[in-house]
């Protein structure tokens, strides 16, 4: 089976940084997703990446290391509205998504 | 109105019942998913269609059955309802099955079964 780690809670206050890792060990790889999600309600695209490096996407930015495993989401100038769980999600072979459980950020005032 | 529907939105169900949760999507996407989310699991996917017509188990197709008769509808049921399957159903559809195309999600379905 696919193997996505990610922490399961961080918190920060507003205004910091927070950087999000994500690990992961799957049969194949076709590209790695991050998802917000706010409680109660359904995940919304936020990043992909499928070449190592960094893409930057305004406050957000996702970063991949394919020979590592490794990715992380950085979350910057955090605000409030930010306060929610982050999903890593990586495609394999058979092009099929496998989520990591969640990260619940908390952003404190 | 752009995107996926699901229905109904909530549902308590008797154990043995069975139960169709439905989902719409009017993007013309052609792969449609189905998963469940429980607390400390994430999601997981149970079916999913790359294409109407056609469907594909995923990691826990066990005690759920879909079609694809068309490209908006993917319908999920549960032949006999267990407490087991007590979870958050969220729909998803991508323009295709492959690299890239990232996924949209419906607003979930919370069922309950009891």
């Known amino acids: 089976g696919q193997n996505i780690d990610q922490p399961t809670e961080m918190t920060a206050t507003e205004g910091a940084i927070v950087q999000i890792n994500c690990t992961y060990q799957t049969s194949g790889f076709n590209g790695l997703f991050w998802y917000q999600q706010h409680a109660g309600e359904a995940p919304t695209f936020l990043s992909y990446n499928v070449l190592d490096g960094l893409e930057e996407k305004g406050r957000f930015s996702s970063f991949l290391s394919r020979s590592k495993g490794y990715s992380y989401l950085l979350l910057k100038e955090l605000q409030m509205k930010d306060s929610a769980s982050y999903l890593c999600a990586v495609k394999d072979s058979d092009y099929k998504l496998s989520f990591g459980a969640g990260t619940t950020v908390t952003v404190r005032a | 109105i752009a995107g996926i529907t699901q229905a109904p939105t909530s549902q308590i169900l008797a154990a043995g019942r069975r139960m169709t949760l439905r989902c719409t999507q009017d993007?013309?996407?052609?792969?449609m998913y189905w998963y469940r989310q429980d607390l400390g699991l994430g999601l997981r996917l149970i079916h999913y269609s790359n294409t109407a017509g056609t469907t594909g188990k995923g990691e826990v197709p066990d005690g759920y059955s879909v079609s694809r008769a068309n490209t908006d509808d993917f319908p999920l049921t549960l032949a006999s309802a267990v407490p087991s399957q007590t979870s958050v159903y969220f729909c998803?559809?991508?323009?295709?099955?492959?690299?890239?195309?990232?996924?949209?999600f419906g607003p979930g379905t919370r069922l309950t079964v009891l």
């Open positions: 993007m013309r996407h052609n792969a």
């Open positions: 998803a559809s991508s323009e295709s099955g492959g690299e890239g195309n990232e996924q949209f």
